[in-house]
Nanobody, 116 residues
């Protein structure tokens, strides 16, 4: 099993930046991809970005050109650099990991608030 711990959320003004981190522990050798989802108040969960073990990335249209996902395999950590933040980016951001067998693990979530 994989355990995930997120950090780096907070309050930022529109146009500002934040970097989220997600540290994985446990059966990290089984991880095939990691990514970030978010859930805004009253809305469903949205896939934001993913990165595969080989380094392939995916971004939701709503964050393309503003967010960047990266990983450090040695530290079993994935990062989400968020630039040009907008109020509509306000949400709880969840890290997730997908194993080679398709099993999903989730972190506890970290709050990102964008407001002036």
């Amino acid at each position: 099993q994989v355990q995930l711990v997120e950090s780096g959320g907070g309050l930022v003004q529109p146009g500002g930046s934040l970097r989220l981190s997600c540290a994985a522990s446990g059966n990290t050798f089984s991880i095939n991809a990691m990514g970030w989802d978010r859930q805004a108040p009253g809305k469903g969960r949205e896939l934001v970005a993913t990165i595969s073990k080989s380094g392939s990335t995916y971004y939701a249209d709503s964050v393309k050109g503003r967010f960047s996902i990266s990983g450090d395999n040695a530290k079993n950590t994935v990062y989400l650099q968020m630039n040009s933040l907008k109020p509509e980016d306000t949400a709880v951001y969840y890290c997730h990991a997908v194993s080679m067998t398709g099993f999903n693990s989730w972190g506890q979530g970290t709050q990102v608030s964008v407001s002036s």
